[in-house]
DNA sequence: CGCGATTGTAACATAATGTAACATGAAGCG
DNA sequence: CGCTTCATGTTACATTATGTTACAATCGCG
């Protein structure tokens, strides 16, 4: 009696209401949802298929025995995405795919993309370079260890270290630990603009 | 209910537009944000979430219990020790009992007293002195983050680099590379051998 | 010092959400 | 036809997140 679809006008906004779903059509939408959106809240997912709560948590709990999607209070998240308080230990870089190293990784909050991780500062600060809602940017200091700005960090472009991804790009707190860094190892000591200047002029070049 | 968020315009029930924040996203963000800025301040939590009072409390009580932030009054601080939240920080120092660093590791085993865990080389120098049946020795080294046999790496010593014990003691594959680190900062370039020695008789000169 | 303002916290209330148990109705099958 | 199975709905209750209130603890200031 509750089968809104049935009952729904023809004008009816909700276009996958106009036909009923199966069940296994309803849950592949919603895994597709979970990807496209980053979150799905289990109350719109009771008004936009027209079924009952329990038919919606019965599907996210089906997800997520599948490994599709990781359920949290109210809704339901990408399995792979990392609102987690703890660091993925086992992340890949969002640029380039290689596992990301918790010595270099970098975190950024984009508000439409979520949290994303980097590898290393040269993929991070090409990441920094295409998002244009970023929320923070964190990177990790190589002498430390600690998290800091990164876009009050000061990097070593091109040292003779090469950590991770080339031209190696390595993150420290201070100006002053970069030009001591760089006294040692070579490379060029950069602010933030200047190292995403230089590292986005370099993949240009390729192109 | 009728709470006054006086920021956010009062149309938007549950829209994600303004606050998309679940708890656990709102205290991940929290998170960010001490580690970010230094320190946050609950009454500016309050508005800028547009959550009660007591609900940041126990964001922070949430966070604090989880090791990543400290409750000051007027709101919290870096947990000073945890810049990583995750890991396996059980692990302490069979020398000084400090927790162990990741990032300066030492590992060693001996034949009586099995797997042993330094949180530096220098705690793990000094071990290995009073030890008479180390079967191997491991030090990460600090450029790359590899482990490396403690007897062959190089060390240096008393550089500008406070990282764990004092005097700081720092490990390195290959004596060129802790050369290069000594240009930069500062420090002295030792063997094996002479770390050990060097250590030692610093310790039994406060003797 | 006392006093007011701010902050921390405990206790309770409430709404939203999660979930278990049972009911229903359709489809398939002997 | 009756039976089973499956997806779904309904109901009831547990759990969680949050707000409200009251009060204690602390700070700042005269």
Redesign the pocket.
Known sequence: ???KQTLMPANSQQSESNHP????E?QHAIGQLVQDEGRV???KLVTRF????????????ALAAAGLVR?????AVPATDAIQPAAPRTATCAMCNLPVSDRSVMMIHSRSRGKLCACCPHCGLMMLGNLDDVEAALARDFLFGRMVNAFDASYVIDADVRLCCVPSTICFATAADAERFQRGFGGRVTTYATAQALLHAGHRKQL
């Open positions: 009696m509750h089968h779903f199966s069940a296994e309803r809240v289990t109350q027209g079924v009952s709560r329990m038919t919606i948590h019965r599907d996210l709990d359920k949290v209070r109210g809704g």
